[in-house]
């Protein structure tokens, strides 16, 4: 069984990118999602709670993520959740997406898609972290 999800919000932070000594790109994002409701007595829409999710994206992704993507846009992302404890001076539970799709929201905006070069079906799969590397960028 798999816990793929799709989710669509906006990108919370600059995307962090970085390269492993083994050479894996690897980019991050945090990902916010707020509900929203119409409240029909006020005629106006109000916000409800927000959800926050540290997104990854490896290999190609990674790459494509990181000169695509920037604080504020508005984004659909769909990979696998993962839910992962921490502790510290407190503990708590980080959300996680470990990306296989990114792509803007032409909801908000319109795009051009730019095929990479040397972009084919071929090759490194896109959603799997490095071996011996965490599931999400830090």
């Keep these: 069984m798999s816990d793929t999800v799709a989710v669509r919000g906006f990108v919370a932070t600059e995307p962090r990118h970085l390269v492993t000594e ?12 707020t509900h929203r409701r119409y409240n ?3 005629s106006s829409w109000e916000d409800g709670g927000s959800n926050w999710y540290t997104v990854s994206a490896f290999r190609r992704l990674a790459l494509g993520t990181a000169e695509s ?3 504020g846009d508005p984004v659909l992302v769909a990979g696998r959740l993962c839910l992962r404890e921490w ?3 407190k503990q708590g539970m980080t959300v996680e997406i470990e990306a296989e799709s990114i ?9 051009r898609f730019t095929r990479a ?22």
């Design 69 to 71: 993507i920037t604080k």
């Design 40 to 42: 029909r007595q006020a």
């Design 87 to 89: 502790t510290g001076e």
């Design 103 to 111: 792509g803007h929201d032409l909801t908000w905006g319109r795009s």
């Design 22 to 33: 083994g050479g894996v790109p690897i980019t991050s994002f945090r990902l916010v999602t």
């Design 117 to 138: 070069a040397g972009a084919d079906t071929d090759g490194d799969p896109v959603s799997a972290p490095p071996e011996g590397i965490p599931a999400a960028a830090p």
